[in-house]
């Protein structure tokens, strides 16, 4: 007997849909064998899938998750056997954040102090901040009670709460292509330096950076082989630093790539915090074997990011 449900949410179920929109689906079910056989399904038709337990989902919205709200807002539901999800979704009592909540977003930032100076290393930036930035603007959106999760619609909320102007938006909009390029490999269009300038200058005002130095390889690896030992840094965060560390190598970690795409795969499996150990492991004997002279560090100061 069939006991599943399947909802498009996010991007696919609004008018300003494009290509660079996720094609987000959501299933859920009573067992694990059952959610792994049609996410493979699904994945073969181009979607990124969320997939959850109805046990999970209820225990979410019991304790205030966000993503309840993006679906009870922004979901289509496809298919629902025995209307579970939909009476999950019902039942829902949204929440508004936490000062915590708003802590741990502003401390996400530590990892964007220093930006590698290469192309891909802008590129790493801007996909880092773009994540931090976006989960900033759907707090600030919970906490009026909106509930908003389009990225174009909450910089809107953002100009008319008269924290940044027209000019702005546009420069932020960006960020979603940025994005998009950085995760497709499209290197001929990451961004520039002056980019870079362009937003964190945004992003200082918002007290979201306080500064930022752009170093040299050398430099900001060591940045990373010191940050990624910081018990002050979640699991996501040091797993963007050692994505970035392969990418300066010259190598890729496709394991690190599959995470990042899939938040869920990261918090359902590898935050098991043995796998980043053994990662880190292995970048520190690297190190042992293959020394890194140090070079200089030029400094950047986002009040001053001409200097950049």
Known sequence: MKNYSVAIYGSSTRENFDKYSDKDILIVADYYNELKNLKTEYEKKGFSVSVYTYSK?????????????????????????????????????????????????????????????????FGWFCDC?????????????????????????????????????????????????VKRNYREKINYELPSKSYVIKVVKILYRLDLLKSIEVLEKTEFQNFVEISIKNNDLGHYQKMRLIEIYYYLNGKENKAIERIICNPQFYASFFKKKKYIQNIIEKITSEKKRHPITNASVPLVNASKSKSL
């Open 129 to 177: 901040l773009y994540i931090g930035f976006r989960n900033y603007l759907i707090l600030k959106s919970a906490e009026k009670e909106s509930f908003n999760f389009s990225y174009l619609t909450l910089l809107e909320e953002l100009k008319n709460d008269n924290l940044i102007t027209d000019n702005e938006i546009e420069i932020l909009s960006e960020l979603r292509v």
């Open 57 to 121: 989902l209820k225990f979410m919205s019991e304790n205030g998750s966000l993503f309840l709200d993006h679906l009870v807002k922004e979901s289509q539901i496809l298919i629902d056997y025995n209307q579970k999800l939909n009476l999950i979704l019902k039942n829902h009592i949204s929440k508004k954040p936490s000062f915590k909540d708003f802590q741990d977003n502003k401390n996400y930032f530590k990892i964007l102090e220093f930006v590698p100076n290469s192309k891909k290393g």
